[in-house]
């Protein structure tokens, strides 16, 4: 007995039908996403590494505003102390010039009364001064009267040497003199009561 | 397909990726080296330095003057106020019977007198001055109502420059007919010496000229409508004639 050996499988594309493909397996899975999750690995540094540039600059940053916020604190605080002085001076600047302004006013009110007195002296001197000339006339007008009147007196001792009309103007001319220096001495004792 | 579902995927990354960005925070500003404030705030002038002139009195005592008229036989005292730089207003009867006059300021200095010349009409007299004066205010432009603030600014007795307030009562008739026309009576308090003084509103100008004051304290304005139509009238002042000695 004699055996036929197989048949060899006929070529591909000759007679029998295709086979289906088998199904992608799990390793040309992973190889068709290698390339998104590189891309995504290196989004993912590129961002880490962003950030953390970011982070250390805003940290630098946030220390040298901070140390700037330090050193104006500090000179607000000195300018502050500074204020609290100058203002205390200011104050009492203003009770040396609130002092100052109210001594000028008295010195001036002192000069004005001074001023007053100086001329109201003066006015006073001045009627004094013709006070004094006005009594030394009357003086000298009484005085007069009175060497009239003792003239008179004399010629009247011996009337029958003289004319007796000579006599009359003469009496009269002395009665006038002497009204005249009443009338004067009158006026200065008025003024002088006055 | 796959091609291009590739594509949209390769765009939503780039898409994720640019809106991230907008997400992401920026690197800081550099710190400048000079900080200066963005708004400087306006600076306001120190309570009370507004009335304050440079020798610290202020504008009301330095318009007034004392007036002293030395006569012929005796001796006044009056006030006045500056109404520009070599002319102050007084009353008539304060220069009245002069052989002298005599101005002083706030601060004691003398002023060099020209001349006086007093006005028919009212109890005013204007004097020119050779020296400048320190300080003159504004003449308000109507007279005040009743009830208006009223400060009175002299020299009262002869005495110091003194500042009295009241009120304005209301007008009446001149009861010395020194004056043409109604005249204003306020409350404020007024002395022998205050003759002359300038009135003031609450804003400083001049409202009145007091002249006298009645039996009752109150004291008696020379308004200012009168005193304005007078010093717009040439003709109503004349030169005074100095007194002679008896």
Redesign the interface.
């Known amino acids: 007995m004699t055996t036929t050996p197989p048949a060899p499988p006929p070529p591909d594309g000759y007679g029998a039908p295709p086979a289906p493909l088998p199904p992608p397996g799990p390793g040309r899975r992973r190889a068709g996403a290698s390339p998104?999750l590189a891309?995504?690995l290196i989004?993912t540094l590129v961002?880490a590494g962003?950030?953390w540039?970011?982070t250390t600059?805003?940290q630098r940053?946030?220390q040298?505003?901070e140390g700037?916020a330090r050193d104006?604190a500090a000179e607000a605080a000195a300018l502050g102390r500074q204020l609290d002085g100058v203002n205390a001076e200011?104050a009492a600047a203003r009770d040396q010039?609130?002092t100052?302004?109210g001594r000028?006013?008295?010195?001036?009110?002192e000069?004005?009364?001074l001023?007053?007195e100086n001329?109201?002296s003066r006015?006073h001197l001045?009627?004094q001064a013709r006070v004094s000339e006005a009594a030394a006339k009357v003086a000298v007008a009484l005085g007069q009267c009175v060497d009239a009147q003792e003239q008179l007196i004399g010629y009247l001792e011996d009337a029958d040497a003289y004319d007796a009309a000579d006599l009359t103007r003469f009496k009269n001319q002395v009665g006038e003199l002497c009204d005249k220096a009443g009338d004067a001495n009158d006026a200065l004792q008025q003024e002088l009561a006055s | 397909m796959r091609r291009g579902g590739r594509l949209a995927a390769l765009a939503a990354l780039v898409a994720l990726a640019g809106s991230g960005c907008g997400v992401l925070p920026a690197l800081p500003e550099p710190v400048p080296n000079e900080i200066v404030p963005s708004r400087v705030s306006d600076l306001e002038p120190a309570e009370g330095s507004e009335t304050i002139s440079p020798d610290g009195f202020d504008a009301v005592q330095r318009m007034a003057v004392r007036v002293r008229n030395v006569g012929c036989d005796e001796l006044s005292t009056g006030s006045g106020f500056a109404v520009d730089e070599y002319t102050l207003i007084t009353n008539k009867h304060v220069v009245a019977d002069s052989d002298n006059l005599q101005v002083s300021t706030y601060d004691g200095r003398d002023i060099d007198v020209g001349t006086a010349a007093t006005a028919a009409l009212a109890d005013l007299a204007i004097v020119r001055t050779r020296d400048a004066l320190p300080s003159y205010p504004v003449l308000a432009e109507t007279d005040p109502r009743q009830g208006d603030d009223v400060t009175i600014v002299g020299y009262p007795s002869g005495g110091e420059l003194t500042i009295s307030a009241g009120r304005v009562i209301g007008s009446t008739r001149d009861p010395l007919n020194a004056n043409l026309g109604e005249v204003l009576v306020t409350d404020a308090k007024v002395e022998p010496g205050s003759s002359g003084s300038a009135a003031l509103d609450d804003q400083g100008r001049v409202i009145g000229v007091v002249y006298a004051k009645t039996a009752d304290d109150d004291s008696l304005l020379v308004p200012i409508s009168t005193v304005r139509d007078l010093l717009a009238d040439a003709t109503a002042f004349e030169n005074v004639a100095t007194c002679e000695a008896s």
């Open positions: 998104w891309a995504a989004l961002l962003y950030l540039v970011t600059q805003w940053t946030a040298e505003w700037e104006h200011l010039l609130a100052a302004t000028i006013s008295e010195l001036a009110n000069k004005a009364q001023g007053d001329v109201a006015q001045d009627y």
